[in-house]
């Protein structure tokens, strides 16, 4: 069984938004979650039997972390992250977007930032749980 690390009663409270269909917002915390487990496979935390983390602050930040990429999808309504792929279309001299906004031209976390947002990135950040691993000795 998969993770979830939000419920549907905790997005509601968190987010205001149009969305009223239960099903959508469960399938897309589910999505959220597994996005988070990926972003965060390489962190380490303590976890209880189910693989939750046991420690208030990480529990809080894959809770933040989900609602803000289901949030997010809601604004830019892309769960699918398909508009990150799509650079410039060219239809003889007419060109919509431009070869800036292709992903190819992005980094790693610009294209992240791009399909989960910023938000949830800057939360997953804050507590440890992804980036770069630092040791001072």
């Known amino acids: 069984m998969a993770r979830v690390y939000a419920t549907e009663a905790e997005y509601r409270d968190y987010d205001k938004g149009d969305e009223n269909d239960a099903a959508v917002i469960e399938k897309r915390l589910r999505d959220a979650s597994h996005e988070v487990e990926g972003l965060t496979r390489t962190a380490a935390y303590a ?43 060219k239809i003889g001299s007419v ?13 790693e976390l610009q294209r992240l930032t791009r399909r989960i947002g910023e938000l949830a990135v800057t939360i997953l950040r804050n507590a440890g749980l992804m980036g770069s691993a630092i040791a001072h000795t």
């Not at 039997?49 to 604004?75: K, L, Q």
């Not at 060109?95 to 980094?107: C, D, P, Q, R, V």
Request: net charge negative.
């Open 47 to 89: 976890t209880d039997a189910d693989g939750m983390p046991t420690a208030p602050v990480i529990r809080e930040a894959f809770r933040d972390a989900t609602m803000a990429i289901v949030s997010y999808w809601g604004e830019t309504d892309d769960p699918q992250g398909v508009d990150i792929a799509a650079g410039a279309v």
């Open 95 to 107: 060109s919509l977007g431009t070869t800036s906004a292709s992903a190819e031209n992005l980094t």
